[in-house]
């Protein structure tokens, strides 16, 4: 009877196991109701992206929220004197700094389109790769300031104004990667996976160089449930 008993525990966790999803959720969250909203939202990501990407259903729980945050973005930088690819190599080692694979592949594949693959994964792998003085520093000031704003220098900001930046550009380099940080937490804090699609089309460099974050999503996650999008 011992033998029996003994054999029975040993083989409840193998059960167990087995029951286990293999394809872990989108999110920790549930779809959001359905609104104009949130059609519209989805909508969206379907003309620009082809799906409704994991990380917008987790914004459209609030998405008067989602739409000011990318108004305040848009607004931050329609002023700017920042080139897109500097843009591309702020939030792709803010994003790889933070730790945070979703942005950090989007972001890395721009990057790559604005260079190419190899400079932008040397960004996500910390390395300065193939820039200009501007983008060293402005990726060495992204580090910076997520890593730990309170030991940022005066020297620092030296550094940014001696490759050229104005005060004005590291203002708004400053607050972007703010910006950045917060869009992150959010995506991180609530599970969102990397989708499937976006990792697809990520070059293969940058995708080897995104080792930290969320694992992406092992399947394209069904249509949002009660959403009016297909």
């Not at 848009?74 to 700017?80: K, P, Q, R, T, V």
């Not at 620092?156 to 104005?166: F, K, S």
């Not at 990792?199 to 460099?205: F, V």
Request: charged share 20%.
């Amino acid at each position: 009877m011992t033998t029996g008993l003994s054999l029975i525990r040993l083989r409840a966790p193998a059960r167990h196991r087995t029951l286990t999803p293999m394809n872990p959720p989108a999110a920790f969250l549930a779809d959001p109701p359905q609104s104009p909203s949130v059609t519209a939202a989805y909508e969206g990501d379907l003309t620009s992206d082809g799906y409704v990407n994991n990380l917008t259903r987790v914004w459209c729980w609030r998405p008067d929220v989602l739409a000011s945050f990318q108004a305040l973005r848009a607004d931050l930088l329609a002023g700017s004197g920042l080139s897109p690819r500097e843009v591309a190599v702020l939030v792709a080692a803010t994003a790889a700094a933070r730790g945070d694979a979703y942005c950090a592949l989007a972001w890395g594949a721009r990057l790559a389109d604005l260079s190419d693959e190899a400079t932008a994964a040397h960004v996500l792998r910390g390395a300065d790769g193939d820039l200009s003085e501007r983008e060293n520093a402005l990726a060495a000031w992204s580090r910076q300031v997520v890593r730990d704003p309170n030991a940022a220098t005066e020297a620092h900001v030296e550094r940014l104004r001696a490759a050229g930046l104005g005060d004005q550009e590291i203002f708004e380099a400053t607050t972007l990667i703010a910006f950045r940080l917060a869009f992150s937490t959010v995506n991180d804090a609530l599970g969102a996976r990397p989708d499937p699609q976006l990792a697809e089309k990520a070059p293969r460099l940058v995708r080897e160089a995104v080792t930290f974050g969320r694992q992406v999503q092992s399947h394209p996650a069904p249509a949002p449930r009660d959403s009016g999008v297909g």
